[in-house]
């Protein structure tokens, strides 16, 4: 098939960019089993005082790169898929800017690292009252608010209707298509969802997995300029 070679460059970006996600998810899960996120606001305080950087992964600093990272991924995705499904690729990319936008806000890992250094300069009993209560803002409102609730579905969402614009393509595989589509449904559950949100984020994990080794290739062989057909395999 024909593809303009000016967006080679965004494809060889948008490759590295998977590449970049497939690096840090086994790292963030290294460092949740290695250093487990705190049950209390107090202990979250004590873990952003002692060690700032593993408070900040705890709290999902690095799912937040990995989110910028989304954004390149999908602007590629959408320069490789525009053609053959020009209303699903634009509808997916807009929810995924969306979904990585309202979750960038939810986060409130550095919040809550400016409360800790609060907390830890309080003099009075009344001080440290009031930044334990902002700090259990901050820590409900990151995963169990709306935000966070909302970016989930719409990523999901944004997965579905890449992995169709796939399957009606002939730039990727389908079995990448295939795999996004799982991927998309299991991601339907928002990981605050109780025991069920946390099952199904795990189980997730290995089509994520899959889906993002299959597009970094076929991103890959579209940078160095190989257009044609895409195996189906």
């Known amino acids: 098939m024909s593809m303009d070679d000016s967006w080679r460059p965004l494809f060889r970006v948008g490759a590295a960019a998977n590449v970049a996600v497939l690096v840090l998810v086994p790292i963030q899960i290294v460092l949740y089993v290695l250093w487990p996120p705190p049950s209390t606001v107090l202990d979250w305080f004590a873990l952003f005082q002692s060690h700032g950087l593993i408070g900040l992964i705890d709290m999902d600093v690095l799912l937040m790169v990995g989110n910028v990272l989304m954004a390149l991924i999908y602007l590629a995705l959408y320069a490789a898929l525009r053609d053959a499904s020009p209303s699903l690729t634009t509808l997916a990319v807009t929810l995924e800017f969306v979904a990585i936008t309202t979750y960038l806000g939810s986060n409130t890992a550095f919040e809550m690292l400016s409360l800790s250094k609060q907390y830890a300069a309080a003099t009075t009993e009344a001080q440290r009252g009031a930044l334990l209560a902002a700090g259990h803002v901050m ?82 062989q579209l940078g160095r300029g190989a257009h044609g057909v895409a195996e189906v395999r």
Do not use: C, D
């Open 139 to 220: 820590v409900t409102s990151w995963k169990q608010g709306s935000a966070f609730n909302v970016s989930y579905v719409l990523g999901a969402i944004a997965t579905l209707l890449t992995s169709t614009a796939m399957l009606r393509s002939q730039v990727f595989g389908r079995v990448t298509g295939y795999v996004g589509l799982v991927f998309g449904v299991l991601s339907l559950v928002p990981a605050s969802a109780g025991k069920a949100g946390v099952i199904f984020s795990l189980v997730s994990l290995v089509p994520m997995w899959i889906w993002l080794v299959l597009i970094a290739q076929r991103l890959f």
